[in-house]
């Protein structure tokens, strides 16, 4: 049973208020392609809270991928793009979604979307910016303390890391390779221990690279004066 079944099912919160004077489009998922309860339940949920909403062209059986996806921007990122641009395209209203891939690859584009789930619970509007893989796994890592903590009066223990600096455009260029702040870590780490790499003679970076699992990493960095180090570039290789 999906979350969206089971808040039909208890009631919709009291608390939801939508937001008057404006009319979403519902974008179904190509997931949901197989679950035409599912679409038609969100629906009725939109309905119940009030909120205002508008049919696209390709839904219910004709839903299209997002661009998400089968993880088509590690192979053909030009591609992905096209692909969530068309989607984008299909409406000029915000989109309202239920799958939160789909959400964060409008945003991406720069698309406005909001989560039903946003909105039911008055969490975010549709202008906020896309996450970061980073931001994402930094979620899942705060949503998992706070169950296990809340619910099994269990902790999990804090990993120690670096102080790796990296600068927003930097992060979102890591995001785009599907690389993880937490990888140029590691790679760093190793190289400083080990003492391993080059230094580019030109601007006194250091280069170097580290195999976690099947992919090869590569980074250029340079320490600061507080033992900080600051990432310049990434690649990754495999």
Known sequence: MFLTEVMEEWGIPESVSAESGVSYGIFDPCASREFPNLQENVRRVAAQAGISFERLSYEGEKARCCGYGGHISIAAPGHTKYMTMSRAGEGDMPYLTYCVNCRESFAGQEKEAVHILDLLFDLENAGRPAATVTERWANRMTAARELLKNYWHETMEEEEHMDLKVD???????????????????????????????????????????????????????????????????????
């Not at 260029?173 to 690389?179: A, E, G, R, V």
């Not at 580019?200 to 992919?215: C, F, V």
Request: proline share 4%.
């Open 168 to 238: 927003k455009e930097l992060e979102r260029k890591l995001s785009d390779s599907q690389i993880l702040v937490s990888d140029m870590e590691q790679v760093i780490e190793a190289c400083e221990r080990e003492g391993r790499g080059a230094v580019d003679p030109e601007t006194g970076r250091r280069i170097g690279h580290l195999k976690i699992q099947n992919i090869t990493y590569w980074a250029e960095y340079e320490p600061f004066p507080e033992a900080a180090i600051s990432c310049g570039t990434a690649t990754r290789t495999g």
